[in-house]
Each structure stands twice: as structure tokens, then as C-alpha cells.
């Protein structure tokens, strides 16, 4: 079954750092996005993309953040200048052609530990 | 804007029972509505979808869930639980008037199911 993938699953990283994670998704799959959750709680939306561009980002997803996919297979989420609070799991998702219908499938998380 | 309400962080329920784990959603436009189950340090998977149709959807592992448009609500339901099914579960909501948008997740409820 395909899957989204995500590297790396755990970062440690010092405060005012850069650091950027990767994700493969679903390989037909049109839409991407990024959310984390902090410490098991509530799963944030941070950003979606489509056609090689931002679709949506929320007020978290602020100038520190971008996205990119560099290569038409892989889907980047990049934080400039690290803070103590953006330590949280980030997910990559992604879903088909269906638009709003389809459902996102997830993958396994990248814990982002920010000392 | 959007929002899903799960009243419960917790719920507990002996093996063998039905359980039944809530969720409301405010939306303005039509709701398109999913359940995710994330089990520890893993991913969120999806266990099922209300678009459109009939208000009693069927997913994965035996789960259920009813649409309630009056009620706002689409509670996840099973007739018979399994310690396996012990995890976290998530509900979350998307607009399907706007063409395109975030989906928005609550803030998870966490299912205890004893032997």
C-alpha cells in the first residue's frame, strides 16, 4: 500500500537554528500539507500546497516557515531560525485528485526537539 | 470558520462493549466530516468519511460513525469494543461550499478500552 514517508523521525537542533524536513508523498497525489501537534494534543494545520504553490497557511505558518518541493517528488517544510515552541511532531500529508471529498493520508511524523 | 468540538478527553469502556466517542462540528457551508485514529508515536490514520448519502458511514475496524445535520454532530461508534482499539482518536471537519479548504481537527479524545 502506498504511503507517505517522512525523514528525518526525530531532530534535536539548538534555538535560533535552521532546519528543514522532508517528506515523500503518495506518488499520483495532488495536494500537500503540513501540521504538527505539540506533545500529543490537538493536530494544527500549519499549510497546504497545490500546483506548486501555497493554497492555504495558517498564522502560525509566519515568515519563518516555508514550503517547497524541489523536485516533483519531494515536499519540504523549512524553518529559518528555530524557537523553543515550534518542538512539536510536524506530519506531512497528502490526497488525491478528489479535491475536498478526499480524505489525507499521514505520514509517521518528524519530532522536532528545539533546545 | 470552521471548528469540531469532542467534549471528552477520555473515554473508558470494558472490552466487549459498544463505545461511542462524540464529536460537533460548526462549519457554514456543507460539512464533509472524517474520523483519524493515531495509536502512540505513530501517524494519524484515516477510518472513514461523510460526504454525502446515507447518514450512517462505515469504515475501518468495525467503526461507525452517524451524521447528525440537525444536531451538528457525527459521533464515531462501535458495537463491540477491543483492547486494540486503546488510542487516540480524532474528528475534523471540512467546508464543502468553499471549493477547497483546511481540514480542521479537534482536539482528540482518548479511548481506554480495558479487557
Known amino acids: 500500500e502506498p504511503e507517505v514517508t517522512q525523514t528525518p523521525s526525530h531532530q534535536v537542533t539548538q534555538m535560533g537554528q535552521e532546519v528543514i524536513l522532508r517528506c515523500v508523498p503518495i506518488?499520483?497525489?495532488?495536494?500537500f500539507y503540513w501540521y504538527r501537534q505539540i506533545l500529543g494534543q490537538k493536530v494544527e494545520f500549519l499549510v497546504s500546497?497545490?500546483?506548486?504553490?501555497?493554497?492555504?497557511k495558517s498564522e502560525i505558518f509566519d515568515d519563518q516557515f516555508s514550503v517547497e518541493r524541489p523536485d516533483g517528488s519531494n515536499f519540504t517544510l523549512k524553518i529559518r531560525s528555530t524557537k523553543l515552541e515550534d518542538s512539536a511532531m510536524y506530519f506531512c500529508?497528502?490526497?488525491?485528485?478528489?479535491?475536498?471529498?478526499?480524505?489525507?493520508?499521514f505520514g509517521e511524523g518528524s519530532r522536532l526537539t528545539v533546545l | 470558520a470552521q471548528s469540531v468540538a469532542q467534549p471528552e478527553d477520555q473515554v473508558n469502556v470494558a472490552e466487549g462493549n459498544p463505545l461511542t466517542v462524540k464529536c460537533t462540528y460548526s462549519?457554514?457551508?456543507?460539512?464533509?466530516l472524517f474520523w483519524y485514529v493515531q495509536y502512540p508515536n505513530r501517524g494519524l490514520q484515516f477510518l472513514l468519511k461523510y460526504i454525502t448519502g446515507d447518514n450512517l458511514v462505515k469504515g475501518s475496524y468495525g467503526f461507525e460513525a452517524e451524521f447528525n445535520k440537525s444536531q451538528t454532530s457525527f459521533h464515531l461508534k462501535k458495537p463491540s469494543a477491543l483492547v486494540s482499539d486503546s488510542a487516540l482518536y480524532f474528528c475534523?471537519?471540512?467546508?464543502?461550499?468553499?471549493?477547497?479548504?483546511?481540514?480542521?481537527f479537534g482536539k482528540g479524545t482518548m479511548l481506554l478500552v480495558s479487557p
Open positions: 462549519v457554514s457551508g456543507n460539512p464533509y
Open positions: 506518488s499520483n497525489h495532488l495536494y
Open positions: 500546497f497545490y500546483n506548486n504553490e501555497i493554497s492555504e
Open positions: 500529508a497528502s490526497s488525491g485528485s478528489s479535491g475536498a471529498t478526499g480524505e489525507l493520508f
Open positions: 475534523a471537519v471540512r467546508d464543502g461550499n468553499s471549493g477547497y479548504s483546511t481540514l480542521t
